[in-house]
C-alpha cells in the first residue's frame, strides 16, 4: 500500500506519512507511540551545537539541541574550571620550520 501510494517503502516515508498509511487500514487502531531522544554529542555552546547539526544532519533522523547540566559529568566540570581559572589555555602549535636542514 505505501509503495503504491508513495513510490517507495514504508520505512523511508516520513512519520507524518506512515502515520497517515496506518490511519487507512482497516481492522488497524494505533493505541500509542513512544518517541525516544538519543544524546548524540555534547558541547560547551549552542552555536557549536549547531554547527555540528549543519554538518552532520544527514548521518541522523532529526537532530535539536538540547540543553542537559553536565554538573554531574565531573570531566565537563574540570574543563570548564580550567579554561575559567586559565589553567587550560589554547596554545596553538608552531608552524613547522619550511628551511632544508643544513
Known amino acids: 500500500m505505501a509503495q503504491a501510494r508513495n ?7 516520513d512519520t507524518n506519512n506512515q502515520w497517515d498509511v496506518l490511519s487507512e487500514l482497516d481492522d488497524h487502531t494505533v ?3 513512544k518517541k525516544r531522544w ?5 558541547h560547551f555552546t549552542k552555536e557549536a551545537a549547531e554547527a555540528f547539526i549543519r554538518r552532520k544532519q544527514h548521518d541522523y ?7 542537559e547540566s553536565q554538573y554531574y559529568a565531573w570531566e565537563f566540570e574540570v574543563i ?3 579554561i575559567l581559572d586559565g589553567t587550560l589555555v589554547y596554545q596553538p602549535k608552531p608552524a613547522p620550520d619550511t628551511e632544508p636542514a643544513t
Do not use: H, T
Open 61 to 67: 533522523p532529526e537532530l535539536r539541541v538540547y540543553v
Open 80 to 82: 570548564k574550571a580550567a
Open 38 to 42: 538519543e544524546i548524540v554529542n555534547s
Open 31 to 33: 493505541n500509542g507511540w
Open 7 to 13: 513510490e517507495c517503502d514504508f520505512l523511508e516515508l
